[in-house]
């Protein structure tokens, strides 16, 4: 196994690009560094990005939006108090992945580019419209999230190319975001299923809903269904079940040691209701702890 | 001296002083199997088959053994041949024979320079395999098409023209059941089912061996039991049992998992070929596939009541899966079943079931937890029905003195309507419950044991004591020793020491199982300090020139016995070990016996669970522990021991399970998806230590280890059943369960 630490992403980027073998980028290492323990994947290559200037800093641009480098660690994330008053789903969906001690090393670029369709913090991602800059020999180009996941463990990037940085979207005025996840236990666990929801009111009246379900199909899912259910609304019951509807009906679950078919597909529904709730009060100025259920 | 009376009143027991091991512990400075090192030490890595079942056609080690830094290699020809019993079974989970009985069997090890290398090395071990039929349902296995697992393996108690993988065969009870029900009002038969749960001790099994050519060798794991595992390990390698000697480490958890040997066999027989000390320590991976989980189980259960509340009759059968090896503790599961109940018609049956699953290992009140939720969970069923109080219905049927037990003979003193009546008056029992929220109780019970127990006590020149006992130290038993001698002797807790001493030090001690330690080891302990004391008297006799019989103990002092023995001034303990080199040479206490006055235990949970409709999820917002210690040496030791049962009891109850796939390989080998309870699903688990003093102990003690896992299945299963409106009959309680129990009922 070889080990490098280039000091640019166009470094890492050539590194990645000449070498065979099975290549890891390693920022955290939360997953890299388990599944080598375990046997799951040995790489001949790693490539530590974590030397790489700016990888850990959080930056507001002058329009609003946020910049954040690959290896902003979840702790980081949590602490940041205009990120957390912007984006608290973004910021809770990324807390909730693993311990205290997973918290002061694991990433958002690591949660999606490990491919897993129940990563806490993808759903969240995409519910809030975040891309990705993707680096490779050719230059950088960016990405919509729910583009890089493409099945469980693979993601759409090519040989050579890596993830360089993540921009979330300016938040702008009356609008909330929530992740929720259900879990059998409290904490330490991994999401049986994820709903990310986030939206804009107009008055009282829901507008620019994103919806995205984690861990009920081989990727996570933005579902148009769901959004187009509650958009135009005011979040009332009717609105609410047709959420649930909409949700139910986008999954395509599997049976498994964490959950079958039938559960996931109904907790989807009861999560995105639930989801929609917490991101609703948020964009009415209420501040709501999000609880996993 | 009047030794033998039954003492009342205490003055260091019944305190809480800090433990002898704490500082260790919270420095790091303890040491637990992995912490060891040896000159020249080796690291071994144990091959392990990927099948459920399959003849080992061929194993190839010549890649292994050609590897740069690997020095030995070991399969089934490297151990003792000719073994029989419990030995031939050990000997086969240790290492696979002709057959791979599990996914996780270990097949072949080897020993390298490095831990990395050993790893490198056991990939290169090429086994070949003909993959044979499978079957890891319990159910499943007793049907007439189920594969038969190991011909041959079932005793003489097994009924005729029941399927090979029937291993053994229980029938016990009394009186006549058939007319027990024909009185009753009501009678409820139910079926239930529980999946295997693993005793998730935080440390997993490591140790050192090293093994000369001579026979002889050096043995440091972390164990319940260095004499079983000296025993065992001997007989598996073909070696005197003397020749090996055994140190027990300081353990992370037990909870009966540590009372067998896993690499223990496999590192001695490294460490013989390659001439070197050799380290394992196994992962968690390992640790769940290929250590004992307990049994999962099938269960009919039928129980007839008047409309009083008086139990007619009660009938069982309770069919066990203990892996792919005789054993599961199918008779505790039967006899345990009804034994808090005084009933004149009483029936139990069990089966020992072999599968293709790892060997089942005792598990804290091995079998009693299962049977309880079958039995309460029948029990409050028909309280519902019959509209009656769950406890008051417990107390009307409970067994107490002279109770014929349903398992045989009659209860001495015993504890159980004490803690009934404990429960039916705690403000848990009356509290007000929440919308969505459920009570259930359970009483649960436990033989306990008494085992063979030697300990030695030493004092010094100085007045302080050396106790060195054999069991090692899984509760807090330094402390409860100490405080014993302490209060036996009449010294300070402080003045005491107490080593768990090796096998080379002691004569053989039982595991530290069947809550017998502070029992057992405590009564010898207590004994050893009164042989002391005896020998301290005939000191003080000598010195002052009066009859032996005219010195007492009181206090820490040889005091005369009384105003004709003479005028002498007391003598301090110190006092008489400063010379006791000139006065007749050291003095100790010894004792050793196998005591059989453990006394019986029994435990009342009360807990009330939250379920969310929508998702079927269950949490336990208050939960309370009542439950008989005899005597409580070290109160906090012993709320800890009642609170660690409900802890693992609401974690089997609810999310702990073996999950098998259709391939026969376990899903779930890892802490991420074997769902152990984290600190923040747990409420505070309020306790309450009833003390009815066990006949059997000088102070009273019962063990209190093992109870308080036995009702939290059955009382968390009704107070969910309350909670969702509807029953349920299977473990564990996961919420796609639960959901989908919603959704039947409508």
Known sequence: MNYHSPASFAEASALAANVDGVTRFLAGGTDVLVQLRADIVTPDTLIDIKMIDGVSD????????????????????????????????????????????????????????????????????????????????????EVAVEKVPTGPGRTSLAKGELVSAVNIPARGDNAGDAYLRFIPRTEMDIAVV????????????????????????????LVQDCADAINGSTLDDAALDA??????????PITDKRGTVEFRTDVAGVLAKRAAKIAYARANGETVKGDHA | MALDDRKSDFTFIGTRPDRPDGLDKVTGRAKFGADAVAPGMLFGAIVRSPHAHARIVKIDTS??????????????????TGLTGEFWNVQENVMAGDTALYDGHAVAAVAANSALDARDAAKLIEIEYEVLPHVTDVDKAMEADAPVIRDGTADGSVPEGMHPNVVRYHESGHGDVA??????????????????????????????????????????????????????????????????????????????????????PVALALSRKANRPVKMVMSRSEVLRATGPTSSTSMDVKIGMTKDGTITAAEGVFRLQGGAFPGAPMEFTAMC??????????????????ANRPKQAAYRAPGSPMAAFAVESVIDLLCQQLDLDPVEVRLKNASKKGTKASYGPRFDDIGLVECLEAARDHPHYSAQLEQGQGRGISCGFWFNHGGETSVSLALSEDGTVQVSVGTPDIGGSRASMALMASETLGIPYENIRVTIADTATLGYNDVSHGSRVTY??????????????????????????IPE????????????????????????????????????????????????????????????????????????????????????????????????????????????????????????????????????????????????????????????????IVPPLAAIANAVSRAAGVRMFELPMSPPRILAALKADG
Request: charged share 15%; aromatic share 6%.
């Open chain 1, 194 to 221: 994820g709903v990310a929801v986030s939206l804009r009111l107009d008055g009282d009246i829901v507008t620019e809903a994103r919806v995205c379900l984690g861990a009920v199909a081989p990727t996570v899912l």
């Open chain 1, 58 to 141: 959080i930056i507001q641009n002058d329009d609003g939006s946020w910049t954040l480098g690959v290896a902003v660690t979840g702790a980081e994330m949590t602490e940041h108090a205009g990120l957390s008053q912007d984006w608290p789903g973004v910021v809770e969906a990324m807390d909730l992945v693993g311990s205290t001690q997973v918290q002061g090393r694991a990433t958002l670029t690591g949660n999606l580019c490990n491919g897993s369709p129940a990563a806490d913090s993808v759903p969240a991602m995409v519910a809030a419209g975040v891309t990705v800059t993707v680096t490779s020999a050719d230059g950088s180009r």
């Open chain 2, 179 to 264: 007319a027990g029900f024909a009185a009753a009002d009501l009678v409820i038969e139910d079926s239930f089912k529980t999946e295997a749960t693993h005793q998730g001790y935080i440390e997993p099994h490591a140790c050192l061996a090293s093994l000369g050519a001579d026979g002889k060798g050096e043995l440091w794991c972390t164990t319940q039991g260095h004499w079983y595992a000296q025993k065992h390990c001997a007989a598996l390698l073909g070696i005197e049992t003397s020749q090996l000697r055994v140190t027990a480490s300081e353990i992370g958890g037990g909870f009966g998992g540590k009372t067998t040997v896993f690499i223990e």
């Open chain 2, 549 to 708: 019989d005219a010195v007492k103990w009181e206090d820490g002092c040889a005091v005369p016995s009384g105003p004709n023995a003479g005028d002498f001034e007391p003598l301090a303990m110190a006092d008489i070990t400063a010379d006791m080199g000139a006065t007749g040479g050291p003095i100790s206490g010894h004792f050793e016996a196998t005591p059989e006055g453990a006394g019986v235990s029994f435990g009342v949970h009360i807990v009330d669970a939250q379920v969310d409709p929508e998702t079927g999820k269950t949490s336990i917002p208050r939960y309370t522990v009542i439950q008989d210690a005899g005597k409580a040496i070290h109160p906090a030791y012993v709320e800890g021991q009642f609170q660690g049962g409900a802890a693992q009891g609401i974690g089997w109850a609810l999310n702990e399970e073996y999950v098998y796939g259709e391939d026969g390989r376990l899903q779930n080998a890892v802490f991420l998806d074997y769902r152990i309870p984290v600190a923040s699903d747990l409420p505070m688990i309020d306790t309450v230590i009833v003390e009815v003093p066990n006949p059997g102990h000088p102070y009273g003690v019962r063990g209190v280890g093992e109870t308080g």
């Open chain 2, 337 to 354: 079943a009804f034994a808090p109940y005084a009933l004149e018609n009483v029936r139990q049956v069990g089966y020992d079931v072999i």
């Open chain 2, 520 to 545: 057992a080891s405590g009564l010898a302990t207590i004994k050893a300090a009164q042989a002391a004391i005896a020998e301290m008297c005939k000191r003080a006799a000598a010195k002052w020139g």
């Open chain 2, 63 to 80: 890649k292994a053994e050609a590897m740069k830094g690997v020095k030995a290699v070991v399969t089934r020809a490297d151990f003792a």
């Open chain 1, 243 to 252: 959420l649930a509807v909409a949700a139910s009906a986008a999954c395509n």
